[in-house]
């Protein structure tokens, strides 16, 4: 598997590692690398070579060569992220429910933000690809371009809200501001281009 | 006969990229005692503990860090 990072991602890092303990940083990115895992685990066992992982501003995209795969496997590749993710918050909660920990209710959170963020019907995350797919196995291309253009805006819309929100709930922080910001710039339409989003 | 040179972009991204390295040095030495994440969780933890359901479900009343 070949790894590309950009500048991106280190001003990202920075921003993040700088803005929070190293132990929280952590937890945050142990989601992410489950949600990925998921992803290249799912990839591995459909038998698709050399995966590419690229590190950037806006997350980990995987790159990968699925013109082989069948819409039913394309659907089982984007949710298996998201799955991995539930998985893990429902082992945390299960080591929880044995003997209460702060730390472990952020890693219980995070996974499910990860699984929540990446299943929403948007424009190049998991939740869009696969309505997308699910939507081909029934109906006509033209018909599902026009149906998720519109299920793509209301998905922004929900995800700007659940920001501003969360930005009400945990307070004003620049870690919720970069978030607001991805989620705005999310909503700016672009090229579909690659499997898997943040 | 070839030449060897660098061009303007390709340094410039090296120093963009070790002024970016040397950011995430300094962040990980100054790092804060209390940051966003655990503000987060700090707000989590209480809305947990408010809700009497949701204590249950997080097992807060088993490990007695709620009284019932």
């Given at each position: ?179 607001a910001v991805w989620a705005v710039f999310q909503c700016i339409p ?9 | ?68």
């Open positions: 598997m070949r790894v590309r990072w950009s500048t991106g991602f280190i001003l990202f890092l920075a921003v993040i590692v700088f803005q929070n303990e190293l132990s929280y940083t952590l937890t945050f990115m142990s989601a992410a690398c489950l949600h990925e895992a998921g992803h290249l685990l799912c990839l591995k066992a459909l038998n698709i070579k050399k995966p590419e992982l690229s590190l950037g501003l806006c997350g980990a995209v995987i790159k990968a060569d699925t013109s082989s795969l069948s819409y039913r496997s394309e659907i089982l590749v984007f949710i298996s992220g998201a799955a991995v993710n539930l998985l893990a918050s429902f082992t945390a909660l299960i080591v929880l429910r044995s003997g209460f920990n702060t730390r472990l209710v952020f890693f219980f959170f995070a996974n499910l933000f990860y699984a929540g963020l990446n299943i929403l019907p948007l424009k190049n995350f998991d939740g869009g690809r696969c309505l997308e797919c699910i939507l081909l196995l029934i109906t006509d291309p033209f018909k599902v371009d026009r149906i998720m253009n519109k299920v793509y805006f209301i998905g922004s819309a929900v995800l700007l809200f659940i920001t501003v929100y969360g930005m009400q709930v945990f307070g004003f922080n620049l870690t919720l501001v970069l978030v672009s090229k579909p281009c690659c499997l898997s989003a943040s | 006969m070839h030449t060897l040179y660098y061009p303007k972009e390709a340094n410039m991204k090296k120093l963009v990229i070790i002024l970016l390295l040397v950011l995430l040095f300094f962040s990980l030495i100054g790092r804060r005692e209390e940051g966003d994440f655990s503000k987060i969780n700090a707000v989590l933890v209480s809305k947990i503990a408010e809700s009497p359901a949701a204590s249950e479900v997080f097992g807060l009343y088993e490990s007695g860090a709620v009284e019932t």
